[in-house]
């Protein structure tokens, strides 16, 4: 029976230089193991139209606003253990007086997890 420096010994000399080179070759050859953002095709799609608008009803919630979902601008998707959206929106601020009722642009960042059926605000940001 291995001893636990024997077994500490074959971690550090076999199992730590094999996750490395594991990770310096999929950087090498261009891969990740966490995909990287890509455009959102279909900005209609429903999933991303309820992503977004649950963006701002969150940030509402969370910060007492009364911002209005208007339109959704762009976007980008990452794919891991769920999905990531990074929605530009356009919204308008319902609870701001001197305003003139054009929409502004906020950046939100919402994760979706569909096994658990769960989203969850990760940032918002705007004006911008």
């Keep these: 029976m291995p001893s636990n420096c024997q077994l500490m010994l074959f971690i550090i000399l076999i199992l730590v230089p094999k996750s490395i080179f594991l990770e310096l070759s999929l950087a090498s050859s261009g891969e990740?193991?966490?995909s990287d953002w890509r455009p959102i095709k279909n900005l209609s799609d429903t999933k991303v139209v309820d992503a977004a608008k649950f963006a701002v009803a969150?940030?509402?919630?969370?910060?007492k606003t009364r911002l209005i979902f208007d339109d959704l601008v762009d976007g980008?998707?990452?794919?891991?253990s769920g999905t990531d959206y990074?929605?530009?929106?356009?919204?308008?601020?319902?609870?701001?007086?001197?305003?003139d009722d054009?929409?502004?642009?906020?950046?939100?960042?919402?994760?979706?997890?569909?096994?658990?059926?769960f989203m969850h605000l990760d940032s918002f940001r705007g004006p911008v």
């Design 76 to 80: 980008e998707v990452k794919s891991h």
């Design 86 to 99: 990074n929605l530009t929106i356009a919204a308008r601020d319902d609870g701001d007086t001197d305003y």
């Design 32 to 34: 990740t193991l966490v």
């Design 58 to 63: 969150r940030h509402n919630f969370e910060a």
């Design 102 to 117: 054009t929409p502004r642009i906020y950046v939100a960042i919402v994760s979706h997890r569909q096994f658990q059926e």
